[in-house]
C-alpha cells in the first residue's frame, strides 16, 4: 500500500505492507484522512504514537470495509465507515479495532466522512461528558475557526443559543456566526475578558485549546458552579491560577486526550455519539464545516494550511484520489 511518510518534518509518498486485521479488527480501504494538530506535533516528533499504534500519521479516517477479523460482529465487507484512529490514516488501508468506528451518516459523502470522528468524538467527550453542558447553558469555545471550534458550533446550537467564540480575523468571527454562534469576539482587536465584563456575561462551559494567559481569564468569567476544559495549550502549558476564584465559584477545571486511550474506553464514546449525534447528521441538524480537501500527494500543503492557521473548519485528505 502506499502511505505518507515523514522525515525532517518533511512528508513523502511511500509504499509498505499492511498486515491482515485480526480478532476484532477491521480493515479500512482508505478514502480520506482528516488532518489535525496533533499530525503536526507527530511529525516534528512530539506526539508519537501510543504502544500498539501504527507510526503512520492520522488519527481519522473514512473508508469501506476490506476485510474483517475472525470476531468482528458490527460491519461487513463493503460497509462504508469512518473511524477514530491512534495512528495510521494518512495510508490506503488501516486496521482498527471495530469499537472505533462508525457507519457513515446517510447524507454524508464518503470523502467528507473523513472528518468527523476525531473532531465529533472530542467535542463529545469534553463537553458533553467532562464538563456535564446541559442545555441552554452559555459557552464559550476557543479557536472558534478551527475543526474542533467549527464542530462544537454547528452541533451545539441544536442545544442552546448562547455559543461565545474567539477567532483571530473578523472573517474567521463572521464566519463563527454564520455557523451559529451568538457573538465572536477577535482577540487580536478585542480583550475576550473585556468583552464578558462589559457585556455582564457569565458563561458556564468554556473550551480552551489555548492555555497560558488564557487561565486567568476563563476563571473570571466563568458563572458560579462553572466547567474549564482543556484539550490543547497552543500559547503554554505553564500558567498561574488564582485559587480563590476556583474555590469561591466553584469551579472545575478539567483536560483530556482521546489518542493514548484503550479501545474500549473510545468504544464507549464511539456508542454516545453514534446514539445522540448521528440522528442529527441524519436529519441534516449538523454537517462538517470542510475548508479544503488536498490530494494525498499535496499531503505538504495540507500541513502548511494547518500550520498557517488561515484555514476555517477542517482539512481533508483525499487518500482514494491517490491510488493508481
Known amino acids: ?17 499492511i498486515a491482515d486485521p485480526i480478532d476484532n479488527q477491521i ?3 482508505v478514502s480520506s484522512s482528516g488532518v489535525n494538530r496533533a499530525d503536526i506535533l507527530q511529525k516534528k516528533g512530539h506526539y508519537p504514537p501510543p504502544k500498539g499504534e501504527s507510526e503512520i500519521i492520522g488519527l481519522e479516517c473514512s473508508g469501506i470495509v476490506e476485510k474483517i477479523g475472525d470476531t468482528v460482529q ?6 462504508e465507515v469512518c473511524a477514530i484512529l491512534g495512528g495510521g490514516g494518512y495510508a490506503e488501508f488501516v486496521n482498527v479495532d471495530e469499537r472505533q468506528v462508525l457507519p457513515v451518516p446517510k447524507n454524508i459523502s464518503l470523502i467528507d466522512a473523513g472528518a468527523l470522528p476525531e473532531t ?20 464559550l469555545i476557543h479557536g472558534g475557526s478551527s475543526g474542533i471550534g467549527t464542530t462544537a458550533i454547528s452541533l451545539l446550537k ?19 456566526i454564520n455557523l451559529g454562534a451568538t457573538d465572536a469576539i477577535n482577540y487580536k482587536n478585542l480583550d475576550f475578558e473585556k468583552y464578558f465584563e462589559d457585556n455582564k456575561i457569565k458563561v458556564d462551559v468554556i473550551l480552551d485549546m489555548v492555555g497560558g494567559s488564557y487561565l486567568k481569564k476563563n476563571l473570571k468569567i466563568l458563572n458560579l458552579s462553572g466547567r474549564l476544559t482543556y484539550i490543547a495549550a497552543l500559547e503554554s502549558i505553564k500558567s498561574e491560577v488564582n485559587l480563590l476564584y476556583i474555590m469561591t465559584k466553584q469551579l472545575k477545571i478539567s483536560g483530556s486526550t482521546l489518542r493514548s486511550r484503550t479501545s474500549k474506553d473510545k468504544g464507549k464514546i464511539v456508542d454516545q455519539v453514534l446514539r445522540n449525534i448521528w440522528p442529527l447528521i441524519e436529519q441534516g441538524k449538523y454537517k462538517p464545516t470542510i ?20 484555514h476555517i473548519g477542517k482539512i481533508i485528505l483525499d487518500i482514494k484520489g491517490g491510488r493508481s
Not at 500500500?1 to 505492507?17: A, R, T, V
Not at 463529545?124 to 453542558?133: R, V
Not at 505538504?300 to 488561515?310: G, P
Open 158 to 176: 441544536n442545544f442552546t443559543n448562547d455559543i461565545y467564540v474567539t477567532a483571530g480575523t473578523d472573517e474567521k468571527c463572521q464566519k463563527c
Open 27 to 29: 480493515q479500512i480501504k
Open 291 to 310: 475548508y479544503k480537501t488536498f490530494k494525498m500527494e499535496d499531503a505538504n500543503l495540507a500541513h502548511k494550511l494547518m500550520e498557517s492557521s488561515n
Open 74 to 79: 458490527k460491519f461487513k465487507v463493503g460497509d
Open 1 to 17: 500500500m502506499k502511505f505518507i511518510n515523514y522525515k525532517n518534518e518533511e512528508l513523502f509518498l511511500d509504499e509498505g505492507l
Open 120 to 139: 465529533l468524538l472530542t467535542v463529545y467527550e469534553n463537553i458533553f461528558n467532562i464538563s456535564n453542558f446541559r442545555e441552554g447553558e452559555k459557552i
